[in-house]
């Protein structure tokens, strides 16, 4: 194709058909090509959307237990708003478990945090800091997350420390994750965190992978764990 201006009196522009010129063919093969590809991308993109029309973010209905935690709710609301998919995946990939169907009640209340079961809500503290808010929602969140496979009795920070470290530090760095480590060993009560995380530490990361992998054969999920 050419389009050829003539100058003179008499302007006009003619198009004609020409045979392609080398160059000119090389072009028009790769815009083909860049069609094929862009159109094969929006495809893709359509079917990837489609797939995740059920989201796979966790819905948490958190609620304060009297109106003077609103603000704390708005953090944790605000967390879970902007980060909760990023929380999901982090600690799926890292476990490769499932969280249970949503949503998971959370009470933020002033007292210790726990995780609930089932039907019973999460109940997390409401003057903590934000961090503290976000490394506390992940431990609370770890400790559903296996709590399909251990009995009630079981004592399970030694293995969801072995993944609730990594996944802080994958999530908000390691600075982050000592940070947090270092106020859960100070929390004096029911349980020796200082020890459990110390133990857990001595660990390399690798080390704590092959642990949690030997607890999931111990225990191994009832249902196939799948979307
Ligand atoms: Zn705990």
New binding site residues.
Partial sequence: LQISLHPGGNEYAAIRASPLSMNESRALSSLTSWLAVSVGVIVVTLLVSSASIQPRNLELGVTGEISAFEGAVREYQDIWRLEGQRIVDAMERTTGLRFEASPIGVVVYEGL???GFRERPMRLRASYSTATERATLV??LA?RLIGELVPASFED?PI?FLFVYDVWAELWGNPFADEQVGIESKRRGI?DYETAWRNTLEMTATERAARFKQFLIDHPPKAPQDD
């Fill in positions: 945090s726990n995780s431990h609370e400790h920070h969801i349980y």
